[in-house]
Every structure is written in C-alpha cells, then in structure tokens.
C-alpha cells in the first residue's frame, strides 16, 4: 500500500485479557519497526524485523509480549495479560533496509486497558 | 549508551516569530532525522543529514548538523500554526539498525 496501516486505530480492553495488534508495512520494505509511545514519554523500542534475520526483541518489555513477522510483510504485536501500564500508543514503522533511510510511521494503535 | 538531547522540551510562540529547536548527542553519530509528529498521527520524516556541516532547507525550516557530528539544529523562520506538533530528534549511530530518539520538542504556534 501507500502508507503504513495500523489496525485498530483505538483497542479499549479489560485487565488481564490478551490483544493483538496489526501493522501492514510498506511493499518492499525489509525493515519493521514497533514502538510505544506514552504520554509525555519518548518512543520506547520494542522490536525490530530485518529480512529474515532473527528479529531483535531487546527492547520488549516482559515475557507477555511477544511479535511476529509473517512472509517478510504483516507483522503482528501480541500483549498477553494486559495490564493498565501497558496502556500507551504502538506505533509501528518500516524502511526500505534500516535506519539510514528513515522510517515511515503509521498512525499507531491506542491502546487503554481499564 | 548514546544519549540524544532536545531543547526546550516545550515552546509556545505567537505566529510569525522565529525558533531554533536543538539536538545534542554525548557521541558522534553518523546520520541524523528530523521528525514532525502531529497528535494522533506516527511521526513524519522531514529530513535526513549526513554530512558535517551541512545545511537543508524545507520552505520556512533550516536544518543544521554540527561540523563535529554532534549536534544538529532545526530553524523555523515565520512559524505558523500548522508548525504545531511535536518536532523529533533520531540518529543512526552506525549500525544501520535501529534510530537512537531524543524526547522531542513540542512547539505549539499560537494564531
């Protein structure tokens, strides 16, 4: 597609339910991007996709979150167990091959576990 | 660990003032974005530099990387309020993997 889409754009849930959160990235882009962004907090890193390399998970938060890449294209964030801290915007991004290219966002998923 | 430093962390101005934004790295990196993030919406590439001292212009905004390769800076010349937005700092610290992000500017131009 022409942009980065994120679906849903808003996820209300309950406390200790699991969700899962889905980012179509640009055609052709090796690269894939998830972050978190909470308010007045700066863009957390939590995991990133190359290719078919082994994607680097140093950055998600516990075991209850987890990622996958299917076919190089779709990615999909799972949160087992939500909790309310896990409340924020997840933001995903592609680039063409890495950092150096910049990334194209999309408009993120908010997420609010009351 | 890299740190990368924005200031100020907020600014509201009137429409037609000046700014200048900063970006200050504790190392020297090798490429350095620019990002515009608008509320609701993922951040925006405005520009990459990857040369010391290099200048860019996008309209109304200059771009400025520091000749030591550490800092960078973001002129905004007659702001407007679709200035408005939280304005992002990013470097590539060589590894071509993953961005190092700074915590942003937030500019709000009143009309």
């Known amino acids: 597609g022409a942009g980065v889409s994120q679906s849903p754009s808003n996820k209300v849930t309950e406390k200790g339910k699991d969700v899962e959160l889905r980012c179509d990235p640009i055609?052709?882009?090796?690269?894939l991007y998830w972050y978190r962004q909470s308010l007045g907090q700066g863009l957390e890193f939590l995991i990133y996709f190359q290719g078919n390399s082994a994607p680097d998970k140093s950055g998600l938060p516990s075991d209850r979150f987890s990622a996958e890449r299917t076919g190089g294209s779709v990615s999909t964030l799972t949160i087992q167990r939500t909790q309310q801290e896990d409340s924020a915007v997840y933001l995903c991004?592609?680039?063409?091959?890495?950092?150096?290219?910049?990334?194209?966002f999309g408009s993120g998923t908010r997420l609010t576990v009351v | 660990t890299q740190l990368l430093e924005q200031s100020p962390q907020f600014l509201s101005i009137q429409e037609g003032e000046n700014l200048t934004v900063y970006c200050n790295s504790s190392?020297?990196?090798?490429?350095l974005q620019w990002y515009r993030q608008e509320p609701g919406e993922g951040p925006v590439l405005l520009v990459t530099?990857?040369?010391g001292g290099e200048v860019k212009k996008l309209k109304r905004l200059t771009f400025q990387f520091g000749d030591a390769r550490k800092d960078s800076s973001l002129h905004i010349t007659a702001a407007q309020p679709g200035d408005t937005g939280l304005y992002l700092c990013a470097i590539n610290a060589g590894n071509n993997r993953k961005l190092i992000w700074g915590l942003g500017t937030s500019l709000a131009v009143n009309p």
């Open positions: 991004a592609s680039s063409l091959t890495g950092a150096a290219y910049g990334y194209t």
């Open positions: 055609s052709g882009h090796t690269a």
């Open positions: 190392s020297v990196f090798s490429s």
């Open positions: 530099v990857v040369t």
